[in-house]
């Protein structure tokens, strides 16, 4: 028969028995672990130089396309103030002619007394009947 002593030992023995088991389940698994980190910052790192080649490709692209941007740009803002000088120009050769001559024909209309549309016998515009709400 054991003592008391002998059983209180094998007690201590087998929980440190089932401490270490559970320790070195548990490193095997970090190791496992550890190893497919290893392979995923590997394939990482692979894969992130042609990655950032095509990113900095881009980026250079895309400055480019900012500058004929920029060009595009100004060269409407020469036509936007062209076409504004034009306008200007044609307004006063091509506005101030018809101005007089809406003016004279108005004045005309009226020398010779002629009903204009929308005008009753005496010249005088028409009034309108009724008060617009349907009723008569």
């Given at each position: 028969?054991?003592?008391?002593g002998?059983?209180?030992?094998?007690?201590?023995a087998?929980f440190?028995?089932?401490?270490?088991?559970?320790?070195?389940?548990t490193?095997?698994?970090l190791a496992?672990?550890?190893?497919?980190?290893g392979?995923v910052?590997r394939?990482?790192?692979?894969?992130?130089?042609?990655?950032?080649e095509d990113?900095?490709?881009?980026?250079r692209?895309?400055?480019e396309?900012?500058?004929?941007?920029?060009?595009i740009?100004?060269?409407?803002?020469?036509?936007?103030?062209?076409?504004?000088a034009?306008t200007?120009?044609?307004t006063s050769?091509?506005?101030?002619?018809?101005?007089?001559?809406?003016?004279?024909?108005?004045?005309?209309?009226k020398a010779?007394?002629?009903n204009?549309p929308?005008?009753?016998?005496?010249g005088r515009?028409?009034l309108?009947?009724?008060?617009?709400?349907?009723?008569?």
């Amino acid at each position: 028969m054991l003592t008391g002593g002998q059983l209180a030992g094998l007690i201590v023995a087998v929980f440190w028995a089932i401490l270490v088991a559970f320790l070195a389940v548990t490193l095997l698994k970090l190791a496992r672990l550890l190893n497919e980190a290893g392979k995923v910052v590997r394939d990482v790192g692979e894969q992130a130089g042609p990655l950032l080649e095509d990113m900095n490709r881009t980026v250079r692209r895309a400055n480019e396309q900012l500058g004929r941007t920029d060009v595009i740009t100004k060269q409407v803002a020469g036509v936007t103030s062209n076409v504004s000088a034009v306008t200007t120009v044609m307004t006063s050769v091509v506005g101030g002619p018809l101005v007089k001559a809406a003016a004279f024909s108005y004045g005309v209309r009226k020398a010779l007394g002629g009903n204009g549309p929308g005008r009753g016998e005496a010249g005088r515009p028409e009034l309108p009947r009724g008060n617009g709400k349907g009723r008569k």
